[in-house]
């Protein structure tokens, strides 16, 4: 397959290459000279993928990171490094947003890019890591040396391949591949073409891949273990997920198997409300989202917390007997969330067998004679009753959990705890689909609900 006209779209021109560069060499002196002229010992460079040139067309995120002598105390570098990123953006007319990742950070929105200034430490090895992003000086000085130029090109379309089929983004919220992650993978295997078809014969869950050859591998427990060759101690796949790993593997084989253009782009999602409520219909099952406002945190948090209390609230429904066949939960980070329940099992019989304990056992016979008395009856060697259901429907069992007296009966995390007791709405696909909350994004999240492999092949 001829992979030009994709790198024709995929591929910064010149003009955009040298904007970012223009622009990123202006905030980068700024810094420097605002630095010297303050008597802060620091110094800004250009990281990440803009640096390394791995970046995509129309997707460039520019990254600056402020270094700091190892011997300046923590709490300077924090305060330094947020004021000159915060005197860079307000000199570049931009907007800002304070974020945290081992430490706070500042984002600022400046000519139509988002521009991450990074305080970290000016660190030579891993042996002198501090925090985790200061690795990333590392990292770019690696790729810089290792990666050849038309390596890039490759790097360009594995990063594309996996945003059409969903599994880029290293995030909790895709749990995919991280960008440095792909340039070590083109490092490894050579290629686009050959690291899917590494992925579709080679990879199982354990596979390492251990360029300098450290033997470290065997340390981690991940599904893909890639030794960081700046850091012998860490995985850089640490964040890919069994499913994402697994995803990729299946659309490699597909793809090397009927290759097409349409692998690199997202596929559409044409449908509308009535077309999501008929294919609801015609499943025959019975589907109830639980809504509420997602809590002010980072999306990081969010997303963790979401899916631990989606699989609980999965546990227990069927532990009483409503059978989930699927499951999953969405939230646009600021004003809606919903985890979805889909149910083969919606309304349950008044009475359910117990089983209590063996006759041989006489104390814990008589306790549970003293509660069921002659309602009991033995089968084979225990004892049984029919005990009357608090629950015949989801959603009562819903309404009852969600409330401050049983809602620890949840693994549920602390910042939605304190939203769904605050405010929430347990409700039907249908009349969800029916009200002004439905939106394209939601479509969307149903979509990919109902058709969950979709993505991989085409």
Partial sequence: MDFNDILMDIKPERHEEEKIQSLSKIMINYINELAQEKGINALAILVGSVAKGTWLSGKADIDIFIHFPLETPLEELK????????????????????RYASHPYVTGHIQGYDVDFVPCYAIKTADDLKSAVDRTILHTEYINKHLQREQIDEVLLLKKFMEGIETYGSEFKVGGFAGYLC???IL???SFKEVLEASSSLWKSGFI?????YGTGV????PLVVVDPTDKNRNVAAALN??????????SRNFLQDPKTSYFYPLSCYCNNKDIEAVFEDRGTKTILIIFKPPKIPADAIYPQLKKTEQSLESKLNYDGFNVINCGSWTD????????????????????????PKVFSRIHQERFLDKYNQQAWVENDQWVVNVERKHRTPESFLEDILTPENIHHLRIGKHLRKEILMDHKVMGINEFLKSDMCSNETLKFFFDFLNPGNHLHR
């Fill in 333 to 356: 980070e600021s004003g809606i969330a919903i985890i979805s329940l889909e149910l083969d099992v919606w309304f349950l019989s008044k009475y359910k067998k117990h089983v209590g």
């Fill in 242 to 251: 069994i499913q994402k790993m697994s995803e990729f593997i299946v659309a």
């Fill in 79 to 98: 305060v330094k490094g947020l004021f000159l990123g915060h005197q860079c953006i307000k000199k570049m007319k931009g907007t800002f947003e304070e």
């Fill in 209 to 213: 891949i251990d360029l300098e050859d």
């Fill in 219 to 222: 340390r981690f427990t991940e």
């Fill in 183 to 185: 340039e070590l993978l």
């Fill in 188 to 190: 490894e295997y050579g």
